[in-house]
């Protein structure tokens, strides 16, 4: 009976023949097809041969020209699919680093578009024709946001840093608090990279306490620096004392010494009328006299992946002359969608609308609970009675190293199943494509409004339609 049931699946050539498969073969080229074709029928083969002579008659083998291209269509999307793919973000986690922090607004996503599909003009001097800078493309507008008088950019944060320090301190020790030896993610800690930067550290004060007077006993003629972290991705609460950039400036300046500030996330606007706690920003710290600013563009400034580096220009040209800058430069997409995103925040209102990780953090749980119920109504309409759905109220995070104690009030719907674990469920989620990420709670798969968009909708509601 297996011989009766191998002899039906369809010869290969026969498949391409089939009006299906000469579509096919049009869509993606003979080889691959053939190829797919043979993967396909190998495996039909196999698991008619593995199946027991007694449960064969039970079992039905489609062995249809039509059913098969069907399988070899699928295959062949699968096969022809990124790794790197778009992502449907419903943990409400609004600077998710696993799944690729800040989105971009549409200008910024035009913006590397259209360098994409033209000649650009990255390092050319349109005035004269002769070469130019890539840094002059965002010179003119961070200058314009934060009064810096020069710039740098790189390709992430932990870059910048490595740069700076290489730059003005290779060689010589930099005093930080010992409070501000952070982790910065993926085990990457600021004394390893200093390490690296040639620079030799100096610990003052303690985890919870430092003084100026800590820095003030720790200058020697050795040193090159003092180094100001900014712990944004944890907070010590109770008995601390932290030095201000201005005070540390002070010091600086009756030593002849410079001040470097790592901000770390990095933020524009004061987020503090939207319900956030308040956050340094970069303006502040240039206001305070600190002559070298470091942080992300991709984080709370809500761009590319970026290491902005900005401060007073004899520090920054003496950067710009180190091999590494070369080494870590900033590709022309993310300074294409560097210099479109900063352009948005001459008007902060309209950045808060138009920069998508402006517009989650500040989005009101009215409008949040809106969306709910509009997400809800769809799932509702598809879901069988062997699933509960609940809207309740919850809590986002940032995430991304930023506003760690922050807890932002959401609105989540609740997904349950009455034979599919939780775990189960999520799984089959994240096998959707695109892929959708949730989180798990209360015994349930939550999907939490605030980091979900409005194009998300349709893909969700298709996803769990599809194991209804």
Do not use: W
Request: glycine letters at 6%; one cysteine or more.
């Amino acid at each position: 009976m297996k011989q009766e049931i191998l002899s039906q699946i369809p010869a290969v050539n026969d498949l391409l023949a089939a009006e299906f498969g000469q579509r096919l073969v049009e869509d993606y080229s003979h080889q691959l097809v053939v190829d797919a074709i043979r993967k396909i029928t190998a495996k039909l083969r196999e698991e008619v041969l593995a199946t027991a002579e007694e449960e064969l008659e039970a079992k039905e083998f489609d062995l249809s020209s039509q059913v098969i291209l069907k399988q070899v269509k699928d295959y062949l999307e699968k096969e022809d699919r990124l790794i790197l793919s778009p992502a449907v973000n419903a943990t409400g986690v609004v600077l998710h680093t696993n799944l690729g922090r800040s989105l971009l607004s549409d200008k910024a996503q035009q913006a590397v578009i259209d360098v994409a599909d033209n000649y650009s003009t990255l390092e050319v001097d349109v005035a004269t024709g002769e070469r130019g800078s890539r840094y002059n493309n965002i010179k003119e507008i961070l200058a314009e946001l934060t009064g810096a008088e020069d710039c740098l950019v790189v390709n992430n944060n932990a870059a910048a840093v490595l740069l700076a320090l290489s730059s003005l301190a290779s060689g010589k020790e930099v005093i930080i608090s010992r409070g501000q030896l952070v982790e910065i993610g993926g085990s990457f800690r600021v004394p390893d990279v200093m390490e690296r930067s040639g620079a030799k550290l100096v610990e003052v004060g303690s985890t919870n306490k430092v003084h100026l007077r800590d820095y003030q006993e720790a200058i020697t003629e050795e040193t090159a620096l003092l180094l100001k972290v900014h712990t944004s991705n944890y907070k010590i609460l109770g008995f601390t004392k932290d030095v201000k950039p201005a005070e540390l400036v002070g010091l600086a300046r009756q030593n002849d010494l410079p001040v470097f500030e790592d901000l770390g996330s990095g933020i524009f606007v004061d987020l503090t009328g939207d319900g956030l706690s308040y956050e340094p920003t970069v303006q502040e710290s240039l206001e305070a006299g600190v002559d070298v600013v470091t942080f992300s563009g991709d984080k709370l400034l809500g761009g590319p992946q970026a290491g902005i580096i900005v401060g007073k220009q004899e520090y920054i040209e003496e950067m710009k002359r180190h091999p590494l800058t070369r080494a870590l430069r900033i590709d022309k997409f993310s300074l294409a969608a560097l210099e479109a995103t900063l352009k948005e925040y001459r008007d902060l209102e309209r950045a808060k609308e138009k920069i998508p990780t402006l517009r989650m953090l500040a989005i009101s749980p009215e409008e949040l609970k809106q969306n709910a119920e509009e997400l809800l109504s769809q799932l509702s309409q598809v879901v069988s009675e062997d699933f509960e759905l609940n809207l309740r109220a919850g809590i986002s995070q940032v995430g991304g190293g930023s506003f760690p104690l922050e807890e932002l009030t959401t609105y989540v719907i609740e997904l349950r199943h009455e034979q599919l674990s939780t775990e189960e469920l999520a799984a089959k989620l994240r096998a959707n494509y695109p892929p959708i990420f949730t989180r798990i709670a209360n015994d349930a798969v939550v999907f939490d409004l605030r980091t979900i968009q409005q194009q998300d909708y349709q893909i969700i509601v298709e996803a769990v339609d599809k194991f209804v």
